[in-house]
């Protein structure tokens, strides 16, 4: 199996390549010229917003991991450019140069609406406004309706690694005024890995599947793993389920996370 993996230089790409190796997979990885990736990945030079250099890249490959995006920026016209327009040459050129190949895309929880009276479900009807999340609903339809063997992953907020992306999330969310007792779906690096991996047996052909892990926890709760002095408080709480996903469907089809609490992965030293 050859599998193509475009962000790979990001947050989540380079862990996941890492492991991807480890686990046997010949990858290939489509990479800007002077960016590193992980020992024992073939480096295919090009950009998804540059359709001519996408052949290359997705020749002969067996699936496509696509975690490109763009997020952490004010340019909404970008995020759009890169999100949308950056899958679709993707899917073209799947399309033209390895139509049988499995094609897995990143979303993300953030498509979830704010106010939901339940955790949010794949089967919802989503309707985000922020550029984010609506450009990758946009994608997702677009990756449906392409005619390839598809399989959307929607991922919540990710840590460990030492990535510090947890660590710096009760400073951020305590700045946005979120209630203490609000909770948050979230995934390890490695169950990543465990839901692409599971993802490539085919399990998730034609569907869309939430992954997180077992516990969500807390602001509370997280900033006390962190040692953050988090303001507590007993008004009630609104909107009870943002940032929080169902995962059923995902454990039907056997994803079973290998770091099922942030508790575990402190205990383990993998924070």
């Known amino acids: ?8 230089t990001g947050l989540v790409g380079p862990r996941l390549l890492k492991r991807f190796v480890e686990a046997g997979i010949d990858c290939r990885a489509l990479v800007r010229p002077g960016k590193e990736l992980p020992a024992g990945v073939t480096a295919v030079e090009g950009d998804i917003l540059s359709p001519d250099s996408l052949a290359a890249a997705v020749e002969g490959v067996s699936a496509i991991v696509h975690l490109a ?8 016209d970008q995020i759009w450019k890169v999100n949308l327009e950056g899958t679709r040459n993707l899917i073209a050129a799947a399309q033209e140069h390895a139509p049988d190949a499995r094609f897995l895309m990143a979303s993300t929880s953030n498509v979830y609406d704010l106010d939901t009276s339940h955790p949010g479900r794949e089967t919802d ?21 392409s005619g390839l063997n598809w399989g959307v ?9 030492r ?14 005024k979120w ?5 948050l779906s979230v995934v390890h690096h490695e169950d990543i890995a ?6 490539l047996t085919g399990v998730m052909d034609g569907r869309t599947v939430n992954i997180a892990d077992e516990s969500p926890l807390t602001m509370y709760e997280i900033a006390e793993i962190l040692d953050y002095a988090y303001e507590p408080s007993a008004e009630p709480l609104t909107n009870p389920w943002k940032g929080h996903m169902d995962v ?15 508790y575990q992965a402190v205990r383990e030293g993998r924070l």
């Open 1 to 8: 199996m050859t599998i193509l993996v475009t962000g790979g």
């Open 248 to 262: 059923t469907l995902a454990r039907s089809l056997g994803f079973q996370p290998k770091v099922p609490t942030i």
């Open 163 to 176: 990535d510090g992306h947890l660590e710096a999330l009760p400073g951020q969310v305590a700045g946005m």
């Open 179 to 183: 209630h203490p007792a609000q909770k």
């Open 69 to 76: 995006a763009l997020f952490r920026t004010s340019d909404e």
């Open 194 to 199: 465990t839901a692409f991996e599971l993802a």
């Open 125 to 145: 009807e989503v309707s985000p406004t922020l550029a984010y999340p609506a450009s990758k609903i946009e994608a997702e339809k677009e990756l449906r309706k």
């Open 153 to 161: 992953l929607r991922l919540p907020f990710i840590y460990g690694d």
